[in-house]
């Protein structure tokens, strides 16, 4: 045997220069991110693509501070101008992924990593792929050199991304510290998934400082046990990892349907609803029963939790949840929680998802205290969203259904949906029982002197009013289609659904709230 052919040249400098850009090539920085609990951009990446399917783009881009640093140490400790950015596969499903890289010079977007996302954002939209964005990172890099700025306001990143609304499904990441311009590319994002270390914010210490509005550390900004609460985050997880693999779920109801799915018992949502009215029940557990089972997703959990949100599966099909809990609020339809559902609905409008709608509230939340949060005007968003939106829809009554609280999640009418079904012990009305008596009687309950007997004939008018509220009633004069076993709806979602066909995405911008 003869020797073996020396490697080219050219062929070796690039495995040099490609290894430079690697974890390994940087042990000091990445040692001290793993002490201090966090994971690599490309170890996210890794994690997150399927084997062997990365193509990266501006992987030997560096930062642009030639008149500051040599050129050798910029490919040293500036690999990809600190974000990671390309295109794999994600359960065999082409995503686009970026990460900025907190490793370097703290996640900062630098002028090259914008030409970069930029770069990226044309190709999303081009290919119309899914997103995937680690945004932990500190905001713009103040002290890039190669670039003649004043204001750097004519940056395009911004507009790019948000141009991409209804275009891509996208999900931003956050773990750590997400100020300034990173905030800003979380927060253009459909779903935002944040680390319980996540601290997001429009600024970070040193803005606020040099606004001599205080000194803060990074984590009073805006933590997560302010952000989930206030509508800011969709899900909190535990670390990196489990974000990943919750990026991976929402990834997969943008994957169309699926022929792996298993059913739970429907037997138990005959008595999933207490018999009486005036008892709170937990929603979620009906949400789950009817979906496939591990196929539930709610989003926005702590923030106005009277309204519920969740991506789940039916027999396969992604589908939309809009749900009363009367654990809060009596269910009612707050503004908080018209906000909520206004935006799931254009969410689910935009990708093709079609939304079912169980309602168990007494209507919309009424009082000069809420009045003065322009009630009027967000919950009018719920309506303005389902008067425009395009997918198939199902309403289910599962308990009560009264005024215009419950048009609204009707999506505007009984008969706005596909089809409407009430649960048998359902009731509905122009308002509840109870308040319809005391406003329609007044005048006979004035007349009677006694306290006790008032409430008396309150409660013998309310009965009254709730047997002819019954929604087999409502059926009788066909403002419902059907009263379905409650062990039933399942399959009656399932077949209307399946009768509806495939179902095309508007494409419109979802509203960042």
Not at 105 to 115: D, I
Request: a negative charge; glycine letters at 10%; hydrophobic letters at 45%.
């Amino acid at each position: 045997m003869g020797n073996e052919p020396s490697e080219r040249a050219d062929v070796a400098e690039l495995r040099r220069r490609r290894a430079l850009t690697e974890d390994p090539a940087r042990a000091d920085v990445v040692a001290k991110r793993h002490a201090k609990g966090g994971r690599t951009a490309r170890e996210n990446v890794a994690d997150l693509v399927d084997e062997d399917s990365w193509v990266e783009w501006g992987r030997y881009a560096v930062a642009g501070q030639r008149m500051r640093r040599s050129r050798d140490e910029l490919i040293a400790t500036t690999p990809a101008d600190g974000i990671v950015a390309g295109m794999g596969s994600v359960d065999g499903r082409a995503t686009a992924v970026l990460a900025y890289d907190y490793t370097v010079m703290a996640g900062t977007q630098g002028m090259r990593g914008h030409k970069k996302t930029d770069r990226m954002f044309d190709v999303i939209e081009r290919t119309g792929v899914p997103v995937v964005f680690f945004a932990e990172g500190g905001g713009g890099r103040p002290n890039d050199t190669d670039f003649p700025l004043v204001s750097a306001l004519d940056a395009e990143s911004f507009a790019l991304w948000a141009s991409l609304s209804g275009k891509s499904p996208r999900i931003s990441i956050v773990n750590g510290s997400c100020f300034a311009g990173n905030a800003v590319i979380a927060g253009c994002s459909d779903f935002l998934i944040a680390t319980a270390s996540a601290s997001i914010g429009m600024a970070g210490p040193a803005m606020i400082a040099g606004g001599g509005l205080g000194e803060y550390a990074a984590e009073e900004i805006g933590p997560v046990s302010m952000q989930e609460p206030n509508g800011v985050v969709d899900l909190v997880v535990a670390d990196e990892a489990e974000a990943t693999a919750a990026a991976r779920r929402l990834l997969g109801y943008f994957h169309g349907p699926t022929d792996d799915w298993k059913a739970h018992d429907q037997d138990p949502l005959r008595d999933a609803v207490p018999e009486s009215s005036r008892t709170a029940f937990d929603t979620v557990p009906v949400i789950t029963r009817l979906a496939d089972r591990d196929s539930v997703t709610i989003l926005r959990p702590k923030f106005a939790p009277e309204m519920i949100t969740a991506l789940v599966r039916i027999e396969g099909r992604p589908v939309g949840i809009l749900a009363n809990n009367s654990m809060h609020m009596a269910g009612t339809v707050t503004g908080p929680g018209s906000d909520k559902a206004a935006r799931f609905v254009q969410l689910c409008d935009s990708f093709g998802i079609p939304l079912v709608s169980l309602l168990d509230t007494p209507g919309y939340m009424v009082g000069p205290d809420y009045e003065r949060d322009a009630l009027v005007r967000h919950c009018s968003r719920l309506l303005i969203a389902a008067g425009a939106m395009r997918v198939p829809s199902i309403a289910v009554i599962l308990r009560r259904a009264y005024g215009l609280g419950a048009q609204a999640m009707c999506f505007g009418s009984l008969k706005a949906p596909l089809i409407t079904m009430a649960w048998p012990g359902a009731t509905l009305g122009a308002m509840g029982p109870e308040g319809a008596v005391r406003l329609a009687a007044r005048k006979e309950l004035a007349a009677i002197d006694d306290d006790a007997e008032r409430e008396k004939r309150v409660r013998e008018l309310t009965a009254m009013l709730n047997e002819s509220s019954r929604s087999f009633n409502a059926a009788e004069v066909f403002e419902v289609e059907d009263i379905v076993d409650p062990a039933q709806t399942r399959q009656a979602i399932a077949h209307t659904l399946a009768a509806a066909g495939p179902v095309t995405g508007s494409g419109r911008p979802v509203d960042a709230w």
